[in-house]
């Protein structure tokens, strides 16, 4: 059974930090794309970054860039989203995306919120 569950949000002011964690189970991330997204209120849901196989990353949002940072640790099957610098415009729900075999899975999501 695939899970994802994601920690690490909660309020933190303008230009501060927080590191965002998504504990994979039911299969191992090494083997598979694995993603951040966001969505904020009355928005769409959007691709922060992705982490490849291979380890390569794909920024999805230009205005994150420089800021987050996306990594993982395949020994704790687990994706982290580092955020530097935050913007009240990085306010959001994130969430972990893991796509196997053409199937999306979502974890509940975790609030970031920024204070100005």
């Known amino acids: 059974q695939v899970q994802l569950v994601e920690s690490g949000g909660g309020l933190a002011q303008a230009g501060g930090s927080l590191r965002l964690s998504c504990e994979a189970s039911?299969?191992?991330?090494?083997?598979?794309?694995m993603s951040w997204y966001r969505q904020a209120p009355g928005k769409g849901r959007e691709l922060v970054a992705t982490?490849?196989?291979?380890?390569?990353?794909?920024n999805g949002l230009e205005s994150v860039k420089g800021r987050f940072t996306i990594s993982r640790d395949n020994a704790k099957n687990t994706v982290y989203l580092q955020m530097n610098s935050l913007k009240p415009e990085d306010m959001a729900v994130y969430y972990c995306?893991?796509?196997?075999?053409?199937?999306?899975?979502w974890g509940q999501g975790t609030q970031v919120t920024v204070s100005s």
């Open positions: 982490i490849t196989t291979a380890g390569g990353i794909i």
């Open positions: 995306n893991a796509k196997l075999f053409r199937v999306n899975y």
């Open positions: 039911g299969f191992a991330i090494r083997d598979y794309p």
